[in-house]
């Protein structure tokens, strides 16, 4: 990606200064720096959360309305087109210096001029932004619920502790990126069942991974997304018999919540 400029001016702008939270003047240079080059991008909160804050724990809602604040302020447009929300930085070929015979001839976003052409069927960005904010966070309690239940089967099958650590690496492993999810609640669900049958599965819990290692910055879950070549047959029917257990239960769960 080219490089991006941040203008010396923009500290002494009244509408960048006027913004209430640090947090705002912060997601506008961020999404300065990681706009295309014609200034824009992708604008859902789950895009940006990943695009601007990898690593960080921030939550959807804060983004989403940092997104409209930035809008009010006229920093940036913040738009929906066929029910899908993109950014425009404003005034970007003010500040920005580049070759434009390099850039292409347009973006591959579109722009929004083109919000009026099926309003009816769009409804108001208004109504869009919400469901947009709606659905992410519906997404991050999927997120949330699937990392509780991988570290359940964790704690189940290997052993317990490092539960905070453990479910914060797993929902980022299960969070979308650039599209794409980068892993599956099955495939976590698998390296484990994967682990505890492979034939050097320690039989003391004390040498055994602890699960913040196993999914976390070590990601040891990796060596047991396939099938290792040799498992201990009654360590696989073990680990089936867990796996079917906790099946069952989550079902009855599900069936039954007054019951939990």
């Known amino acids: 990606m080219p490089k991006r400029l941040v203008d010396s001016r923009l500290t002494g702008s009244d509408k960048f200064n006027g913004l209430p939270t640090d947090f705002d003047r912060l997601l506008y240079i961020l999404l300065l720096t990681n706009a295309d080059p014609f200034g824009r991008e992708e604008g859902t909160p789950t895009r940006v959360k990943a695009m601007c804050f990898p690593v960080r724990n921030i939550d959807l809602k804060r983004i989403e309305e940092s997104m409209d604040r930035l809008d009010e302020a006229k920093l940036i447009e913040w738009y929906s087109v066929d029910g899908k929300m993109y950014y425009e930085i404003v005034q970007w070929d003010k500040f920005q210096r580049m070759d434009l015979s390099k850039r292409g001839k347009r973006s591959k976003y579109p722009d929004n001029s083109q919000i009026g052409k099926n309003r009816e069927e769009q409804g108001s960005v208004g109504e869009n932004k919400h469901q947009e904010g709606e659905y992410e966070r519906e997404q991050e309690r999927e997120r949330e619920q699937e990392s509780e239940t991988i570290y359940t089967h964790y704690k189940t099958t290997v052993k317990p502790g490092a539960k ?96 939990k």
Do not use: W
Not at 189 to 208: E, M, N, Q, W
Not at 220 to 237: A, T, Y
């Open 164 to 259: 905070t650590d453990a479910i914060k690496s797993i929902t980022k492993l299960l969070t979308e990126r650039k599209g794409f999810t980068l892993y599956t609640k099955d495939q976590l669900l698998l390296s484990i069942d994967h682990y505890v049958g492979a034939v050097d599965f320690p039989t003391d819990p004390k040498y055994r991974i602890q699960a913040n290692n196993f999914f976390g910055q070590q990601q040891r879950f990796v060596d047991f997304l396939e099938m290792p070549e040799m498992l201990d047959p009654e360590m696989v029917r073990k680990a089936e018999r867990v796996a079917a257990r906790i099946t069952e239960r989550e079902e009855l769960e599900r069936l039954y919540p007054e019951v």
